[in-house]
T-cell receptor, first 113, second 117 residues
Framework: DTGVSQNPRHKITKRGQNVTFRCDPISEHNRLYWYRQTLGQGPEFLTYFQNEAQLEKSRLLSDRFSAERPKGSFSTLEIQRTEQGDSAMYLC???????????FGSGTRLTVV | AQKVTQAQTEISVVEKEDVTLDCVYETRDTTYYLFWYKQPPSGELVFLIRRNSFDEQNEISGRYSWNFQKSTSSFNFTITASQVVDSAVYFCALSEAGSGGYQKVTFGIGTKLQVIP
């Protein structure tokens, strides 16, 4: 069990550019979640995968956001045409079942300048 | 809609003092789950405990204890004999079991605990 791995740890990008983040969950976990956390706030739910199927998507996720989990293993979160309001910590988590404690990764901190 | 309120945004205590972090939740479901997570300065959220709505037994794990009271919709967290390593942001969270399928976890805004040596 090597934990949930997220890359990159930090990303600085210019407004309007596209960015992609990667998450490698714990291998036995078929549930994978993306959350976003801004300064002074708790994590906010973005989207959820069970295996390769994206089963839930928050209204926070505009059309500029897309997430995939091919083959039910790693996941990617892409943000197109980034805006300054996208600056946040993007957290990935995985779990073996629903409603159990998540294992979180260290997050990817995005700064849009 | 589910909601989690952590009214204490920041708490400072001197090492070895006991400290209680408050959490009040709102939900229309009768079946739900409550969680506590710790986020140390390194940033990675660490799962501490899960409690389901049918289990009101208090739990103790070392210096940590949790008091779940459905009557007041509270799930408070106490650290006994606090240590500097306990300094972190602590999040309370809630998910409703619903009728099936994924129910998102809603987090509170967190309580920042500073333990002063």
């Amino acid at each position: 069990d090597t934990g949930v791995s997220q890359n990159p740890r930090h990303k600085i990008t210019k407004r309007g550019q596209n960015v992609t983040f990667r998450c490698d969950p714990i291998s036995e976990h078929n549930r994978l979640y993306w959350y976003r956390q801004t300064l002074g706030q708790g994590p906010e739910f973005l989207t959820y995968f069970q295996n390769e199927a994206q089963l839930e998507k928050s209204r926070l996720l505009s059309d500029r956001f897309s997430a995939e989990r091919p083959k039910g293993s790693f996941s990617t979160l892409e943000i197109q045409r980034t805006e300054q309001g996208d600056s946040a910590m993007y957290l990935c988590a995985s779990s073996r079942t629903d409603n159990y404690g998540y294992t979180f990764g260290s997050g990817t901190r995005l700064t849009v300048v | 809609a589910q909601k989690v309120t952590q009214a204490q945004t920041e708490i400072s205590v001197v090492e070895k003092e006991d400290v209680t972090l408050d959490c009040v939740y709102e939900t229309r479901d009768t079946t739900y789950y409550l969680f506590w997570y710790k986020q140390p300065p390194s940033g990675e959220l660490v799962f501490l405990i899960r409690r389901n709505s049918f289990d009101e037994q208090n739990e103790i794990s070392g210096r940590y204890s949790w008091n779940f009271q459905k009557s007041t919709s509270s799930f408070n967290f106490t650290i006994t004999a606090s240590q500097v390593v306990d300094s972190a942001v602590y999040f309370c969270a809630l998910s409703e079991a619903g009728s099936g399928g994924y129910q998102k976890v809603t987090f509170g805004i967190g309580t920042k605990l500073q333990v002063i040596p």
